[in-house]
């Protein structure tokens, strides 16, 4: 009796082991689900990283008061590929290309084509005075290279930092046009740094 019920018991185990280790179709399915799920989230959050992820410490206060020096922004690279950046926006870019140098974050006041020139310390693109500027920003002092008209090729755009009279920017010989080619991205959202806010970047910070 000792001897069949150890049996019995053996021939249990031995049955429980079987259907435990029994792998279903379905269970196969759901696996391969799982891991191309898992592989997709992975492939759109590394995109996501790469388009819109991208940080820059901002240098010095040339665009003040709309961001301070210390704060980071980031950047979107994938709008700047696919339409290149507008006028107002705030963009990151490589002074003539120079990789060796720290991104520069200043804003986009003429656009490939147009007539840029400085007179008497106010902005005009193609004759003719952008009073909104006039209004927002302070008279510039010194207007550099833009004291004669200078005109932008397809690829060329013109910036400025919004604190005017403390801005190595496109009016600086050493800076001069930036070509679409030297450019990051847009700034879509500034955080940190010991003085000003976190938030969306707009075209009208």
């Keep these: 009796m000792a001897f069949r019920r150890r049996r019995r018991k053996n021939e249990f185990h031995l049955e429980y082991h079987n259907k435990k280790k029994k792998i279903t179709p379905q269970i196969i399915r759901e696996v391969l689900s799982w891991v191309f799920y898992t ?23 040339s665009m003040e008061p709309s961001m301070f020096s210390g704060q980071m ?28 140098s720290h991104y ?7 656009m490939p084509g147009e007539t840029v020139q400085i007179i008497d310390g106010v902005l005009y693109i193609n004759g003719a005075l952008q ?9 510039m002092e010194e207007a550099g290279i833009a004291a004669s008209p200078i005109k932008l090729g397809a690829d060329e755009y013109f910036v400025l930092g919004d604190n005017r009279n403390s801005s190595e ?12 080619g030297w450019i990051l991205g847009t700034v879509w959202y500034v955080y940190g740094g010991e003085q000003g806010s976190s938030g969306i970047v707009g075209s009208d910070n």
């Design 169 to 180: 920017d496109s009016r600086s010989a050493n800076i001069g046009v930036v070509k679409e």
């Design 73 to 100: 922004v980031l950047i979107n690279k994938v709008s700047t590929y696919l339409t290149g950046p507008s006028r107002g926006d705030i963009i990151a870019f490589l002074p003539n290309g120079n990789t060796n």
């Design 131 to 139: 009073e909104t500027d006039s209004d927002v920003y302070d008279k």
């Design 104 to 110: 520069y974050v200043k804003r986009v006041v003429a």
């Design 39 to 61: 592989f997709v989230a992975i492939i759109i959050a590394a995109m996501l990283v790469m388009g819109f992820g991208k940080s820059v410490e901002l240098v010095g206060d």
